[in-house]
């Protein structure tokens, strides 16, 4: 901050005492007062406002200046009031005042945000929690129903089966759905929810093909699963990556060529301390334009104006979840061709023996 | 039989689930008081578990760990939510495995079964039809003592078959079966696979052991 603007607001006070000190002198002069006692006289009054000036200036400066520099300086401006003194001076005093009442309020505010959205976000696990068991009864009651028409084995069984399996997979994309919201939920206050553990890549993928045979199956694609020659463990959590994979293998899905339609999930080793995961498709691809916002929030693209199911939410949650595991996730694709999204893991001997 | 014990709190998950062990060899029982599970397993000696975790006023890993004073039995925990401690603690408490709903009921039963294996003497070899298959060294001996060597996907097939002998088994169970074995085929693979088994069968001098139903599955005579 600058001195000039302590004196621009007070240039009416200023030019007042000048025109004080002229008339002063004026009068003095008319009496015929010494040069000297008026040259004297004009000396006392400037020393005598000038102190008073500079008084006030330099506590002002103080304050303001303090405030200033903090409120850049932290990155929580709003908690810039923790980090200075109450001004001693009134105006500042009454403004030192304002700025608490005004924080207080806010922090009030935010109060009632947070315990609402943590109140949301409570009933939705519970919710999610609910849902699950008239899911799982339906699944179960379907594979039942399966099963005894396997046993009795009539004509129209048949007919019967391959309506209960349509069925069936309509309740898998469901659970897809629910499992999506349900990380989407947990993102925020996840950090709390993680548990890493030293996990073996190939045991790992080979436990997200199981997980998602009857999704591959029911889509018919074939889901080349394909394993590094020597394994190797890394530190991650494997639920969240039994996660992030099948929402890969989800999208790979959704949007795959009308026949033929492949999917290799395979594990690489780039170098020394890298393990890669990647699941490429031969689908129908990602125009150039939209690959670099893919991983945004809520972003669609081109292939979202054709697919109704496309949420923009799946590769957002990847890419928080991957980024929260410490792990890279980049995305190729040529349009009409292939996608290939590779998650990269970095090996840590030391973290390893760690968690061991 | 195997006697499973079911204690979960959801009535159509409970009845269903009771249905599908009925259905797959098992006596299935079930109750719907929780204030006396422990006293529940002592009375009834299950040879397995199902515990669910979240039961109105009590907690499944409380009783787990309760069950373990008393009992070695196997302890499979089924459970609603996700919550990486529960798993931790199941584990720590003495659970055999866990397992999250909604959970598909073929690999729930598979996990079943190898419990049931792990625990019991596996068996060296299996009779059928004056074959003797070696599942542990792929190879079936046929009556003359010619050993025919099966590939890991047609031992695999035919012991399942075997298991379910003169039922209708649906592809989708044998493709279960299969990716829970680390062999991911696809569709087009397993009728290959198939069709190479009753090629080997017959060569072994049993004939139209494995019969297609269009639609449903297959059957071993």
């Known amino acids: 901050m600058k001195i000039g603007i302590y004196f621009k607001d007070r240039l009416c006070g200023l030019t007042a005492i000048l025109l004080l000190c002229v008339m002063v002198s004026a009068v003095l002069w008319c009496f015929s007062v010494d040069i000297h006692a008026i040259v004297i006289t004009v000396f006392l009054i400037l020393i005598t406002f000038g102190f008073d000036i500079f008084m006030e200036i330099r506590s002002k400066k103080r ?25 001693e001076y009134s105006e500042g005093k009454f403004l030192y005042e304002l700025l608490l009442h005004i924080n207080t309020s806010m922090a009030e505010e935010v109060k009632n945000i947070k315990k609402e959205s943590s109140e949301f976000r409570d009933y939705i696990e519970l919710w999610i929690h609910e849902v699950k068991l008239p899911l799982s009864a339906m699944n179960l009651k379907l594979t039942n129903l399966i099963r005894k028409e396997l046993s009795s084995g009539d004509e ?124 490429r498709d031969n689908g129908i691809g990602i125009p150039a334009a939209d690959l670099d916002m893919v991983f945004e929030k809520s972003f669609t693209g081109e292939n979202g104006r054709h697919y109704s199911e496309s949420t923009g939410m799946g590769l957002y949650i990847v890419k928080t979840l991957c980024e929260r595991l410490g792990h890279e996730v980049r995305i190729d694709s040529v349009q009409g061709q292939w996608t290939e999204v590779t998650i990269t893991i970095g090996i840590n001997d030391y973290l390893e023996t760690a968690v061991k | ?31 719907d008081k929780f204030d006396r599970v422990v006293e529940d397993v002592a009375k009834n000696s299950p040879d397995l578990v199902l515990l669910d975790i979240d039961l109105p006023g009590v907690d499944g890993k409380e009783i787990l760990r309760d069950i373990r004073k008393k009992s070695e039995v196997p302890v499979i925990m089924v459970t609603g939510s996700q919550r990486e401690a529960d798993e931790i603690f199941s584990f720590g408490y003495g659970a055999d495995d866990y397992v999250t709903k909604p959970y598909n009921p073929t690999l729930l039963l598979l996990r079943i079964n190898n419990i049931f294996k792990r625990t019991s003497v596996s068996e060296d070899s299996i009779e059928y039809m004056g074959l003797k298959i070696n599942p ?84 071993l005579r």
Request: with cysteine; charged share 25%; aromatic share 6%.
């Open chain 1, 63 to 87: 304050f303001l200046e303090a405030l200033y520099e903090n409120a850049h300086s932290i990155d929580k401006a709003y908690l810039v009031l923790e980090t200075i003194n109450e001004p």
């Open chain 1, 156 to 279: 129209e069984s048949a007919v019967r089966i391959a309506d209960y399996r349509k069925l069936l997979s309509l309740i898998h994309v469901t659970q897809g759905y629910l499992e999506q919201i349900m990380y989407y939920s947990r993102l925020e206050v996840s950090s709390k929810d993680y548990h890493l553990s030293a996990v073996s890549v190939n045991s790992l993928i080979k436990e997200v093909a199981v997980m998602n045979r009857e999704n591959v199956s029911d889509k018919e694609v074939s889901l080349n699963v394909l394993p590094i020659d020597t394994d190797v463990n890394v530190i991650t959590d494997d639920k969240w990556m039994v996660f992030i994979i099948g929402q890969l293998i989800s999208n790979s899905l959704k949007y795959k060529r009308a026949e033929d339609a492949v999917i290799d999930l395979k594990v690489g080793r780039p170098s020394e301390n890298l393990v890669e995961i990647k699941v």
């Open chain 2, 1 to 31: 039989m195997k006697k499973i014990l079911i204690i979960e709190d959801d009535r159509d998950n409970r009845e269903e689930l009771s249905v599908l062990l009925s259905c797959s060899g098992y006596e299935a029982q079930y109750t």
């Open chain 2, 136 to 219: 542990v060294r792929n190879t079936m001996t046929d009556p003359s003592g010619k050993e025919i060597v099966l590939t890991k996907n047609e031992n695999l097939i035919l012991c399942h078959l075997i298991g379910k002998r003169g039922t209708i088994v649906s592809r989708d169970e044998l493709m279960d079966h299969l990716w829970n074995n680390s062999e991911f085929i696809n569709d087009n693979t397993l009728t290959v696979n198939v069709s190479r088994l009753r090629a080997k069968l017959e060569s072994a001098g049993v004939t139209d052991a494995i019969e297609t139903r269009k639609g449903l599955g297959y059957v």
